[in-house]
């Protein structure tokens, strides 16, 4: 918790001020009461915010049903944990689904507070947690979706990951010192060369490279996308090796941004709370020099050159691993979006042709891997692939979504089936030569990346014949893997529909090289 004497000096906002009156995971020990009791009759801040440092995020949209986040260190998964997942959300019928997300996890939707304390308690059984996945805490860790099976990978971050997350959330358990933080805070591990988990736009970010030929990690500090302002993270002239030092930094670097945060304002503006405005008020070598006397060691300077070579992989499709003898299958889920039946599903797949492993991307898709190269054509014909393809068309393939309105009241317009509709329309009306990532969000958050898009919209509104419709603002010029960069506005809201279909299509026409299909 933060010093009680700086506090008294600092105007915090509400939401910290509920934070320092109850710590957020003191839901946790109250969680079967309340839940008896009813989500109408809960005080407003434990409903609102300290629910959510279990996962459990209520909407006004979809009163009394919540969306339940859970935690899936590099998108990986079993079977039995994703059977498990299934069966949770075919309680709810219709208003049961799940998402990928762009952090590589599974959100739940349509929970009832009244069946909380059974899921977290099923949940922990198959190995899963949802502890500390929302509101001011570390985010799921990233990574590779192909770690360990990749032929063209640096190190196999995998168990970094893992042991981070085991730092972070006291094995699934709940930390106090990292559930303390002024806003959310991510962290990613690299250890491919085509950048696979965009690694540049996280808190923390590990960035593969070679120092005297060993392999190792960047740091970069700062990355985040918000409505106040968009940033890749900087480099805080750090490189460490592959072991726990990646720990120690990491634990360093939370440590300075929780302790310092109320001094520096952060508590009291939540607008500039996130870990870059602290690297910005104390500069670069000081926050470095900070940070080593934080975790009490000297830390080498950064490897003059990243090691991300190659252009981003989406995965998708059939490839050869590094286990002789194996392929990994990457199914495209569209928009992200699975019913039970899909999982029940896909859970059947990767046991029938897998080891039961499933693995999330950052792109809201599956992997299944450990296939043997003579069950592949098998696996292929299999009717869920006429769903979840492995070939889709080209704008289709690269569509990413955040939830949208439809659960999200932040969201300001429908993204995912819009968006979808949208991509497949085009790629009907046009033949389009090369890969177009399209990145929708409704709102100015960002949690559907719009800024890495190479086309990417945001939510807004706007009004036509004087009526406010839906509307997106566009941009441009996202670039992801070896050369990352932010997109640029080109177009302010445009109302959705046939404007902005028009738009996009000029878009595609003009700087993508698309043409109009032949009658």
């Known amino acids: 918790m933060t010093d009680a004497a700086t506090i008294q000096k600092i105007k915090l906002t509400k939401i910290e001020q509920a934070k320092q009156a109850k710590p957020g995971l003191a839901i946790k020990d109250e969680l079967a009461t309340l839940a008896q009791a009813g989500w109408e009759a809960m005080d407003q801040d434990d409903l609102i915010i300290r629910l959510k440092f279990l996962g459990l995020f209520h909407r006004p949209v979809t009163p009394g049903k919540f969306m339940l986040r859970l935690r899936t260190p590099h998108g990986i998964l079993n079977s039995a944990q994703v059977r498990a997942l299934a069966e949770i959300v075919q309680r709810y019928g219709e208003d049961g689904s799940a998402d990928i997300t762009t952090r590589q996890n599974i959100q739940l939707r349509g929970i009832r507070l009244e069946d909380t304390p059974e899921i977290l308690t099923k949940l922990k059984q198959v190995g899963l947690t949802t502890v500390q996945s929302g509101h001011d805490n570390v985010r799921n860790i990233t990574g590779s979706p192909v770690a360990g099976i990749d032929p063209e990978e640096y190190f196999d971050t995998r168990e970094l990951a893992a042991q981070l997350q085991n730092m972070i959330t006291n094995y699934g358990e709940g930390s106090l010192e990292f559930s303390d933080l002024p806003r959310k805070f991510n962290i990613c591990l690299e250890g491919a060369p085509d950048n696979s988990s965009h690694v540049e736009i996280n808190d923390i970010g590990f960035v593969p490279a070679f120092k005297d030929g060993q392999f190792g990690f960047n740091v970069l500090v700062g990355g985040y996308f918000s409505a106040q302002r968009?940033?890749?993270?900087?480099?805080?002239?750090?490189?460490?090796?592959?072991?726990?030092?990646?720990?120690?930094?990491?634990?360093?670097?939370?440590?300075?941004?929780?302790?310092?945060?109320?001094?520096?304002?952060?508590?009291?503006?939540?607008?500039?709370?996130?870990?870059?405005?602290?690297?910005?008020?104390?500069?670069?070598?000081?926050?470095?020099?900070?940070?080593?006397?934080?975790?009490?060691?000297?830390?080498?300077?950064?490897?003059?050159?990243?090691?991300?070579?190659?252009?981003?992989?989406?995965?998708?499709?059939?490839?050869?691993?590094?286990?002789?003898?194996?392929?990994?299958?990457?199914?495209?889920?569209?928009?992200?979006?699975?019913?039970?039946?899909?999982?029940?599903?896909?859970?059947?797949?990767?046991?029938?042709?897998?080891?039961?492993?499933?693995?999330?991307?950052?792109?809201?898709?599956?992997?299944?891997?450990?296939?043997?190269?003579?069950?592949?054509?098998?696996?292929?014909?299999?009717?869920?692939?006429?769903?979840?393809?492995?070939?889709?068309?080209?704008?289709?393939?690269?569509?990413?979504?955040?939830?949208?309105?439809r659960y999200c009241n932040f969201a300001l317009v429908e993204t995912k089936e819009q968006g979808l509709a949208l991509a497949r329309e085009l790629d009907a009306e046009l033949d389009i030569p090369q890969r177009v990532r399209m990145h929708w969000t409704g709102c100015p958050n960002s949690c559907g990346q719009a800024q890495v898009g190479d086309i990417g919209f945001i939510g807004s509104k706007a009004k036509v014949d004087g009526a406010i419709v839906e509307a997106v603002n566009v941009l441009t010029g996202g670039t992801v893997g070896n050369q990352a960069s932010l997109g640029a506005p080109v177009a302010q809201k445009v109302p959705c529909g046939d404007t902005l279909k028009a738009t996009v299509k000029h878009i595609l026409i003009e700087q993508f090289g698309a043409t109009p299909k032949s009658e």
């Not at 670069?284 to 003059?304: H, K, M, T, W, Y």
């Open 230 to 405: 968009q940033a890749e993270g900087i480099s805080i002239n750090v490189w460490v090796p592959p072991n726990e030092a990646v720990l120690a930094v990491s634990r360093g670097i939370l440590a300075l941004y929780t302790r310092h945060s109320a001094e520096e304002g952060l508590r009291g503006n939540r607008a500039k709370a996130r870990v870059l405005w602290l690297v910005e008020a104390w500069g670069v070598n000081a926050f470095r020099a900070r940070l080593e006397a934080e975790i009490g060691q000297s830390l080498e300077p950064a490897a003059p050159e990243h090691a991300l070579t190659m252009d981003k992989r989406d995965h998708i499709g059939v490839y050869a691993q590094k286990q002789a003898g194996y392929h990994y299958v990457g199914l495209h889920v569209p928009a992200g979006r699975l019913t039970a039946e899909d999982m029940f599903e896909v859970a059947r797949l990767a046991e029938t042709y897998g080891n039961g492993e499933i693995r999330a991307t950052v792109e809201e898709n599956f992997i299944i891997p450990y296939v043997k190269s003579e069950n592949v054509e098998a696996l292929l014909q299999e009717p869920l692939l006429e769903k979840f393809s492995v070939n889709p068309s080209t704008l289709v393939r690269s569509f990413v979504s955040c939830t949208g309105n």
